[in-house]
């Protein structure tokens, strides 16, 4: 699950998580220990404890989830891996001065847009509309 959750990203620092079996296994501990991640725990029945990670599934609700259709799980799926992909790629972040998290992480910012020449790139099924150069 943690391999298909970071594949092909950079790994995180921290992770957190709550306090279902699942993350007590021996392999899991060992795994993050192996790969220094480190774990914080949530508080027991305290849903609002990790104030990022509620922030995060109210972006996604607000934003994303209340406005489309899904049919399955398997489209789900793709559909949250597609917003993840506008999230840190295209998506401007205010807590981040107005840049995104992948330009945060070393990518490149793109190339201004002139006024003159625009054009409109299509994220989400057209959900989302992003300025880019033309």
């Not at 990670?53 to 398997?74: H, M, Q, S």
């Not at 559909?79 to 993840?84: D, E, H, P, Q």
């Not at 330009?103 to 994220?123: C, K, T, V, Y």
Request: charged share 20%; hydrophobic share 45%; proline share 6%.
């Amino acid at each position: 699950m943690f391999n298909h959750a970071v594949a092909g990203r950079l790994l995180p620092k921290h992770i957190s998580t709550d306090h279902d079996p699942l993350f007590q296994f021996h392999r899991w501990l060992a795994n993050l220990r192996v790969i220094e991640i480190e774990e914080v725990k949530s508080v027991s029945y305290a849903p609002v404890s990790h104030p990022f990670v509620e922030r995060l599934i109210g972006t996604i609700r607000r934003e994303y989830l209340d406005r489309i259709f899904f049919w399955n799980a398997v489209d789900l799926t793709r559909k949250l891996g597609k917003f993840g992909d506008y999230y840190i790629a295209d998506r401007v972040h205010r807590s981040l001065n107005g840049t995104t998290p992948a330009q945060r992480a070393g990518a490149s910012a793109p190339a201004p847009a002139s006024l003159d020449r625009i054009a409109w790139r299509q994220n989400c099924r057209a959900l989302f509309q992003t300025p880019i150069a033309a």
